[in-house]
C-alpha cells in the first residue's frame, strides 16, 4: 500500500487517545522587564505571551487530529481549573473530542509550563510543572474504567499515553492497565498501541512503543536484562516498536528484530515530541496496512517532519507527500 493509499485511509479512521493528557503552556519572557520584586527582591521573569497546546497524550492527538484522522477523541482527567479549561479548549481548536475527559476538582490538571526568552527564542529558564503526586482517587479511576469500558472499542484505533513518572504514576492505574491488557488479549485484531515511560513491563498483549532507553529499563525489569525478542514474547505483546532516534526504529515481531532506518535530517530544529508523532503516525498506518514495516517506515516519515519545527510540531497529509518526494529515487 502506497503512502496516498494510507493517507486515503485516514478520514474513514476513528483513533481514541488513553491516559495522561497534559497541557503545555509556553510562556515567553522578556529579560528587559525581569527587576526584583519590591517586596521580596527575588528578582522576576516578566510574561508577555502565552501559548498553550495539549501535551503528552494531547500531543498524540494532536498528531493524529493534523494527520486527518476522522475521528479523534481522549480519555483522561482533568482537573476543574483554568488550566483544564484551557485544555478543553486547546483540544478543540484541533477538532479533538474532549467529551470522553473527566473533569475534576479532585485533581489539579498535570500542567507544563516552559518559560522561552523573547530575545533568543530558546527555553532557558526551569521549567514549572503542575503535577499530582498522589494515588488517583478511587472515584476517577472508576470512571477511567467505566469510560474505557463504554467507548474504547468503538474506535479503530487505541492509543495509550502513560506519560506519568512519578511513583504513583498518571491516570493509567494498575486497574486501567489490566483492562487494556484484557481488552488487547480479547481483540487481537484492534490496534491498541502503548507508549509508556517507565512501565512498558506490565503490560500485556498490546503493541509497545517504548524509545531504546525506555525498552533496556523495562527488559531489565522484566528479565534482568536486555533482550527484545525475549521481552515481547515474554510480554504475549503483538509487536513492539523501539525508536532510535535519528537511526530509525526497531520493529521486533515473531521474525526477529529489523531496523527501518528515518530520512535524513540533517539539523533538526526540536526533537521534542517526535516519539509522540511516531505514534500517531504508525499506529493509524497499521490499521490501515496491517504490516509493521509500513507503520515503521509511515511513522518515521511523519517523525522526520515533525521534528523540523518548534515545540511540539504536527505533520500534514500535505506534508508528509512533500516529504516522501524528498526520498524517493
Same mark, same amino acid.
Given at each position: 500500500m502506497t503512502v496516498d493509499h494510507i493517507?486515503?485511509?485516514?478520514p474513514r479512521t476513528s483513533a481514541l487517545v488513553v491516559g495522561d493528557i497534559c497541557l503545555d503552556r509556553w510562556c515567553t519572557y522578556d529579560p528587559a522587564t525581569s527587576e526584583p520584586s519590591r517586596e521580596t527582591g527575588i528578582?522576576?521573569? =516578566?510574561? *508577555? %505571551?502565552?501559548e498553550v497546546t495539549p501535551g503528552a497524550g494531547g500531543t498524540v492527538a494532536s498528531n493524529l487530529?493534523?494527520?486527518?484522522? =476522522?475521528? *479523534? %477523541?481522549?480519555?483522561g482527567a482533568a482537573g476543574d481549573d483554568g488550566f483544564g479549561y484551557e485544555l478543553k479548549r486547546a483540544l478543540q481548536?484541533?477538532?479533538i473530542s474532549p467529551d470522553l475527559l473527566i473533569t475534576t476538582p479532585d485533581l489539579p490538571t498535570f500542567t507544563y509550563t516552559k518559560l522561552l526568552n523573547a530575545q533568543t527564542g530558546e527555553e532557558d529558564q526551569p521549567r514549572v510543572d503542575f503535577i499530582y503526586t498522589q494515588p488517583l482517587p478511587v472515584a476517577v479511576e472508576n470512571e477511567m474504567l467505566k469510560r474505557i469500558r463504554a467507548s474504547a472499542l468503538a474506535y479503530d484505533v487505541i492509543l495509550v499515553s502513560d506519560q506519568a513518572e512519578t511513583s504513583q504514576g498518571g491516570v493509567i492505574t494498575r486497574r486501567v492497565r489490566d483492562l487494556l491488557s484484557e481488552m488487547a488479549g480479547a481483540h487481537p485484531e484492534k490496534v491498541i498501541w502503548v507508549d509508556s515511560r517507565v512501565r512498558s513491563h506490565l503490560f500485556r498483549n498490546v503493541i509497545l512503543k517504548p524509545n531504546e532507553q525506555e525498552a533496556a529499563a523495562a527488559c531489565m525489569a522484566a528479565l534482568g536484562h536486555t533482550d527484545y525478542v525475549t521481552f515481547r514474547r515474554h510480554l504475549g505483546a503483538r509487536l513492539m516498536f523501539v525508536t532510535q532516534g535519528s537511526r530509525g526504529v526497531m520493529v521486533i515481531d515473531d521474525q526477529g528484530e529489523q531496523l527501518f532506518p528515518t530520512r535524513a535530517v540533517a539539523k533538526p530544529v526540536d526533537i521534542c515530541g517526535a516519539g509522540d508523532s511516531f505514534s500517531a503516525g504508525a499506529a493509524v498506518a497499521l490499521a490501515a496496512t496491517g504490516s509493521a514495516a509500513e507503520a515503521a517506515r509511515f511513522g518515521n516519515l511523519v517523525a522526520s517532519i515533525t521534528i523540523m519545527k518548534k515545540g511540539t510540531g504536527t505533520a500534514s497529509p500535505a506534508e508528509v507527500a512533500q516529504a516522501l518526494a524528498c526520498v524517493e529515487p
Open positions: 493517507l486515503d485511509a485516514f528578582p522576576r521573569l =516578566g510574561v *508577555v %505571551a502565552t487530529a493534523a494527520l486527518g484522522i =476522522g475521528r *479523534v %477523541a481522549v480519555i481548536q484541533r477538532g
